[in-house]
């Protein structure tokens, strides 16, 4: 691992330091730490690099610079930790509406030099540009999901036609493509006692709706005022409340791949109430 960093970074590990999971921290020789993570398949690093570069370069919301990468590793920039506080909150909220507004080229447009095979975790994400939301989220965020995890076995094929009647309810949309962070859960959003930063994105062109609805379901430090400062910048379209189930089924279904049983029963509830 020390190889690696000293290549990508040009310069030497002076101490290493333990981190949760695959990930370490390295001092480097000019003082600097930086975070050092390992991909779990070729390719998974140029995507969160090429993610991280496009959120930082909107200059909406913090994000930990790239330090370097290659196929196999990322080196990026450490965020202290901190409390969260309802000001960074507020600044977070206003940040993601600025995000969100920066745009992309097209639904599924995947971030400039990312690869159109990446991923959201360890599951895969494909990003296939599309012009029309409503078709691309079932073609693209769902049901791929879901043969997924009928040929798992966590599924069956009376499960399956839940989410096709569902995705043949999605509703169009006016909404432009918007710059998602993609993965965008409360283990995504790191409080440095100032600020909120956003860290291991899948980065693509979606509906703003979507990374929103994700905080909702995982929970989110003063959720409510991170999104009562967003629709200060930017309101959302009426009835969006409404939509929240719909917009979950993604990160759930991705969940049900990952971990099976235990959120296929959520899955299903949100598509059936949606």
Not at 49 to 54: E, I, P, Q
Not at 171 to 177: D, L, M, Q, R
Request: with cysteine.
């Amino acid at each position: 691992m020390t190889e690696p960093v000293a290549r990508l970074t040009g310069h030497t590990v002076t101490e290493w330091r333990p981190m949760p999971g695959y990930l370490r921290e390295a001092v480097l020789d000019d003082g600097r730490v930086v975070v050092v993570k390992r991909g779990h398949e070729p390719g998974a690093t140029a995507a969160e690099a090429a993610g991280l570069r496009w959120l930082a370069a909107a200059e909406a919301v913090p994000v930990p610079s790239v330090a370097g990468h290659d196929d196999h590793w990322l080196v990026v920039d450490r965020v202290l930790s901190g409390r969260s506080s309802a000001a960074a909150a507020e600044r977070l909220g206003r940040g993601l509406a600025r995000l969100h507004a920066a745009g992309a080229p097209a639904f599924g447009a995947a971030p400039p030099g990312g690869p159109a095979e990446a991923w959201i975790g360890l599951a895969p994400m494909g990003c296939v540009p599309a012009d029309d939301w409503a078709s691309w989220y079932a073609s693209d965020r769902v049901l791929p999901y879901v043969r997924r995890a009928v040929d798992a076995g966590t599924f069956d094929a009376a499960d399956a036609a839940v989410f096709e009647r569902a995705c043949d309810r999605i509703p169009a949309s006016a909404e432009p493509p918007a710059r998602l962070h993609g993965d965008l859960w409360t283990g995504n959003v790191l409080w440095d006692g100032r600020e909120a930063w956003l860290i291991d994105p899948a980065a693509h062109g979606g509906h703003r709706e979507t990374d929103l609805a994700m905080l909702h379901l995982f929970g989110c430090p003063h959720l409510g005022t991170v999104l009562g400062a967003y629709e200060e910048v930017a309101p959302l379209a009426e009835g969006w409340a409404g939509r929240i189930g719909l917009h979950q089924l993604f990160p759930l279904l991705v969940h049900t791949v990952l971990f099976g049983r235990s959120y296929a029963g959520q899955a299903i509830a949100a598509a059936r109430s949606f």
